[in-house]
T-cell receptor, first 116, second 109 residues
Framework: NAGVTQTPKFQVLKTGQSMTLQCAQD?????MSWYRQDPGMGLRLIHY???????DQGEVPNGYNVSRSTTEDFPLRLLSAAPSQTSVYFC???????????????FGNGTRLTVT | KNEVEQSPQNLTAQEGEFITINCSYS?????LHWLQQHPGGGIVSLFM???GKKKHGRLIATINIQEKHSSLHITASHPRDSAVYIC???????????FGTGTRLTVIP
């Protein structure tokens, strides 16, 4: 049972490049989500999914795309990287019962992304 | 606007002291989470609360739904408790998770 696996750990991109951050969980969690963490601002929700085939936008979705083709995987795509996307990114998952989130959150180890 | 406010932002304590971190929120919630993040490290879930009080070792978390307030207490603090503690809430009827900006705790030997 690996929990939430997030790759890569570090990434440097040039402005305009694209990349995909991978997130996988093996706990059969319905809810998966992506956050960015910036100094002084706390964690902010980018996109989330409540099940395979279902995704929705969070607080700061611009510049990011997601898809959820399986329960296990929830990749985050940066289509054209910008310096403002320099941040630490976390993926998290949770069990969802009857529409309520009443189980612990499980986080990946984070991806430190720098866009130059 | 911040749906979740934490206080204090920074806290320095001597080893052995009793620590309290506060979290106030402005939305109706289905659950409140307390998270711990060590420097350069990942984020670990400490507690998930929807009512009352939970205890795990030296950590105690309480929530008052009517007052929209939660506290995290650490008894007999230790230098290994030094970390950022984050409060997060799931808004009722929505899939939004809102985070506080965190409380940076430093415990000095």
């Amino acid at each position: 049972n690996a929990g939430v696996t997030q790759t890569p750990k570090f990434q440097v991109l040039k402005t305009g490049q694209s990349m995909t951050l991978q997130c996988a969980q093996d706990m059969n969690h319905e809810y998966m989500s992506w956050y960015r963490q910036d100094p002084g601002m706390g964690l902010r929700l980018i996109h989330y999914s409540v099940g395979a085939g279902i995704t929705d936008q969070g607080e700061v979705p611009n510049g990011y795309n997601v898809s959820r083709s399986t329960t296990e995987d929830f990749p985050l795509r940066l289509l054209s990287a910008a310096p403002s996307q320099t941040s630490v990114y976390f993926c998290a998952s949770s069990y969802r019962s009857g529409g309520s989130y009443n189980s612990p959150l499980h986080f990946g180890n984070g991806t430190r992304l720098t866009v130059t | 606007k911040n749906e979740v406010e934490q206080s204090p932002q920074n806290l320095t304590a001597q080893e052995g002291e009793f620590i309290t971190i506060n979290c106030s929120y402005s939305v109706g919630i289905s659950a409140l989470h307390w998270l711990q993040q060590h420097p350069g490290g990942g984020i670990v879930s400490l507690f998930m609360l929807s009512s009352g009080k939970k205890k795990h070792g030296r950590l105690i978390a309480t929530i008052n739904i009517q007052e929209k307030h939660s506290s995290l207490h650490i008894t007999a603090s230790h230098p290994r408790d030094s970390a950022v503690y984050i409060c997060a809430v799931f808004q009722t009827g929505a899939n939004n998770l809102f985070f506080g900006t965190g409380t940076r705790l430093t415990v000095i030997p």
